[in-house]
């Protein structure tokens, strides 16, 4: 089973500011078949990225994702007030498909 | 509009069943696999079964494999997980998601999630 290490835990920034989360797998992640979800609290996820790169429909683009391998980034250019989050990373190249522990982006 | 509406949680105590319900609505639910993946309160995402469109491949997380049974029945466009011998740790937050096309790929879109506790 591939494990998805995420850091930081929390991430503290201000409206405006450059967001970098990070997916560390344990082993290489099948052509690059990485997502990336958005949970606000009390809701479910969206899915925000695909294939490590790909925008999910109606995803602005201040969100990116980017990484091959082991490493992936997920990097929110200039931060809304409506992208305080929790993240979280999730593989699909391999069986089970499981997902990091989440990153939570608050506001600082 | 794509939409999935988990139903069926609740409370139970610990060796007890539930069955969840997810109605899906907004697209052809029969050319879609479909998955459920639980949250823990306060814990992150756990995959926990997967059905292909048409129920000829099933898999199950180790945690709940040999208890919990997943089910379609495309014609009610509805999707199933029967859950026995329940346990504390199985206490979370139920989604349903569906999968990309009929294949094991990302969640897109979720449903509302349906709380089960389980009491000891």
């Known amino acids: 089973e591939i494990v998805l290490t995420q850091s930081p835990g929390t991430l503290s920034l201000s409206p405006g500011e450059r967001a970098t989360l990070s997916c560390r797998a344990s082993q290489s992640v099948t052509s690059s078949y990485l997502a990336w979800y958005q949970q606000k609290s009390g809701q479910a996820p969206r899915l925000l990225i695909y294939?490590?790169?790909r925008r999910a429909t109606a995803i602005p683009d201040r969100f990116s994702g980017s990484g091959s391998g082991t490493d992936f980034t997920l990097t929110i250019s200039r931060l809304e007030p409506e992208d305080f989050a929790v993240y979280y990373c999730?593989?699909?190249?391999?069986?089970?498909?499981?997902f990091g522990q989440g990153t939570k982006v608050e506001i600082k | 509009e794509v939409q999935l509406v988990e139903s069926g949680g609740g409370l139970v105590q610990s060796g007890g069943s539930l069955r969840l319900s997810c109605a899906a609505s907004?697209?052809?639910?029969?050319?879609?696999?479909m998955s459920w993946v639980r949250q823990a309160p306060g814990k992150g995402l756990e995959w926990v079964s997967y059905?292909?469109?048409?129920?000829?491949?099933?898999y199950y997380a180790d945690s709940v494999k040999g208890r919990f049974t997943i089910s379609r029945d495309n014609a009610k466009t509805s999707l199933y997980l029967q859950m026995n011998s329940l346990r504390a740790e199985d206490t979370a937050v139920y989604y349903c998601a569906r999968d990309y096309y009929d294949s094991r790929r990302w969640f897109d879109p979720w449903g509302q999630g349906t709380l089960v506790t389980v009491s000891s």
């Open positions: 294939d490590a790169s």
């Open positions: 907004g697209f052809t639910f029969s050319s879609y696999s």
């Open positions: 059905i292909s469109s048409s129920s000829t491949t099933i």
């Open positions: 999730q593989q699909y190249g391999s069986s089970p498909r499981t």
